[in-house]
Each structure stands twice: as C-alpha cells, then as structure tokens.
C-alpha cells in the first residue's frame, strides 16, 4: 500500500532554531496536509496544500508542496517552547477525498 | 463553538469485553471519519460515516469491529471481544463533505486492554 516517510524521526533543537523537515511518497498526491499533535491530544491542521510547487505560510510555518508531487516539506522559524510536539504529514492521491494517508511523525523537542 | 468531542477520554477494558467509544461532531458537520493511532505510529483510516449511512469502511477490521452513526447522537465505535493489540489512541474527525480542508478531530479514546 501507499506510505509516507517522514523525516526525521525525531529532532532535539535549540529554542531560536530554526527547524526543517519532509515527507516522502512513493506515489503522486494531490494534496497535502501538514498536522501538528501535542500530548495527549488530537491533530490539529496547520496547513493544507493543494498544487504542486504551491508553497503556504501559517505564522511561522511554512510548508511546500514538491515539484515532483511525492513530497512536501515544513519550515518552522524561530522555534519556540511550544512549538513540541509530533508533526504529522497526511497526503491524499486523489483530489477532494476523504481518505488521507499519515506519515509516522517528526517528534519535536525544543530545548529552552 | 465546541469541537469535535470524544470520550471518554480514557478507557481501560479487560480482555474480551466490550469498548464503546462515542464521537459527537462539531455543529453543523454531518460526516463523520474514524482513525486509529497505534504507538509511535501515525493514523489509519478506519470509517467514514454520514447520518445512518456507512460510506467506507475499508479500514475496519473484519471482525469485532463496528461502526454507527444514528439520526440523533453521536457516532459510535464499538469493538466487541477486545484483545490487547487493540489498545491505541481512536480518533474521531469530522467535516461538512468538503474534503479539501483536511478535518478537525477530536481529542481521542485512549483504550487500553488489560
């Protein structure tokens, strides 16, 4: 089946770094969705992408969607005490459905 | 305006018993998606359910497991006999049917068998 791989697993970062990350498929989709868990709680949307190429802000997140529409990246700047927490990929094949597929998550630890 | 809202919160189940675990959705959002988080793992689809109605139950495991959505209350999934490989964090989301926004989800069950 499909799968997304994210990476990396997890990361350990200074407070004031900035923080990159991606998500790999091994097929085409057609829209991304980047989500944020934080303990004990439910995914929380951050950003969704919808084009290839598309790149999309939310604060400062920034996420973009891969020319080659198998990956997607985040970039969180200036990281903060609360920015931990595990980020979530999720990635759709076909456009407007309901299904998505998650990757397994980038456990974020930022040292203050 | 409250969210998608899940409980309990936190269920602890013995081997072969019973675990209901209900989803009432945000208002306004009549369908309503499962998913189920094993540790250190990301989230499987389960069930998408609009009002009386299954849609797709695709991720449902072929036995134990069920899924309803009636007319009045909240959604409910039902997991008869449990075993202890079903203790996960189950997620509920659910949205208008427009799919392009991604969902909201709920807080989470976190089911443990015993």
């Known amino acids: 089946g499909q799968q997304l791989n994210q990476s990396p697993q997890s990361m350990f970062i200074q407070e004031g770094e900035d923080v990159s990350m991606n998500c790999t498929s091994s097929s085409i989709f057609n829209t991304w969705l980047w989500y944020k868990q934080d303990p004990g709680e439910g995914p929380v949307l951050l950003i969704a992408?919808?084009?290839?190429?598309e790149l999309t802000s939310n604060g400062r997140l920034t996420a973009q969607f891969g020319i080659t529409r198998k990956d997607s990246f985040l970039n969180i700047s200036a990281s903060i005490p609360s920015d931990v927490g595990i980020y979530f990929c999720a990635g759709s094949v076909t456009s407007g459905t309901y299904k998505y597929i998650f990757g397994t998550g980038t456990r974020l630890k930022v040292l203050a | 305006n409250a969210g998608v809202m899940q409980n309990p919160r936190h269920l602890v189940r013995r081997r072969g018993q019973e675990a209901r675990l209900r989803c009432s959705p945000m208002k306004g959002h009549s369908h309503v998606y499962w998913y189920r988080q094993l540790p250190e793992e990301g989230l499987k689809f389960m069930v998408y359910?609009?009002?009386?109605?299954?849609?797709?139950e695709s991720g449902m495991p072929k036995e134990r497991f069920s899924a309803e959505f009636p007319k009045e209350g909240p959604s409910i999934l039902r997991i008869q006999q449990v075993v202890r490989g079903d203790s996960a964090a189950y997620f509920c989301a659910s949205s208008t049917g427009d799919y392009t926004v991604g969902y909201t989800f709920g807080s989470g069950t976190r089911l443990t068998v015993v």
């Open positions: 359910l609009q009002k009386e109605n299954i849609i797709d």
């Open positions: 992408l919808y084009k290839a190429g």
